[in-house]
C-alpha cells in the first residue's frame, strides 16, 4: 500500500516574483547563484526548461521537468523508482514581498520509496533551508 507524503517549506522574500524565478530557473547551470552546495551539486541538462525533456540531478534525486509556468511555479516528477509524484518551487506575492514554497507530494512504495525518503529526508530539508537562505543574501545585492 503506498505511503503519502507531502512536506512543504516556505519562506517569503522581500523581491520580485520576476527576479526569484529567474534565479529558480537558472539553478543547475552555469549562472546557477542560489545552490548552497558546491560539493553536492544541483545538475539538469542544458538549456532551457522543458517540460518533458529537463532532467534533474540533486542529493540522489532523480526527476523530469513536468510543469512550468514562469513566476509561478516549476514542478518537477520524481524519476526514482518508489517514489510516484512530483516537486517544486510555487512563489505567491502581495506587495513587494514573494513568498516561495518548495512542495514535496508523492506516494512512496512500501520498501523503495520508504527507504528513499529516509536517505534523503534530512538532507533534503536542510538544503531548501541553506537555499531559502542563500536565495536572500542573493536578494540583497
Known amino acids: 500500500m503506498p505511503i503519502p507524503l507531502q512536506v512543504q517549506r516556505a519562506r517569503t522574500f522581500h523581491g520580485t516574483k520576476r527576479r526569484i524565478f529567474h534565479l529558480l530557473e537558472e539553478m543547475g547551470t552555469s549562472g546557477d547563484q542560489i545552490w548552497p552546495f558546491a560539493s553536492q551539486p544541483f545538475m539538469r541538462s542544458p538549456g532551457p526548461l522543458l517540460p518533458g525533456k ?15 509556468v514562469p513566476e509561478e511555479r516549476i514542478l518537477w516528477r520524481f524519476l526514482n523508482d518508489g517514489v510516484t509524484g512530483h516537486h517544486g518551487f510555487y512563489l505567491t506575492s502581495e506587495a513587494k514581498e514573494t513568498t516561495l514554497a518548495h512542495r514535496v507530494e508523492a506516494e512512496l512504495s512500501e520498501s523503495e520509496g520508504r527507504l528513499f525518503w529516509r536517505r534523503v529526508e534530512d538532507q533534503h530539508a536542510r538544503s531548501i533551508d541553506a537555499l531559502f537562505e542563500k536565495l536572500a543574501r542573493v536578494l540583497k545585492r
Open 54 to 68: 529537463t532532467e534533474e540531478w540533486h542529493l540522489g534525486v532523480h526527476g523530469v521537468l513536468e510543469e512550468v
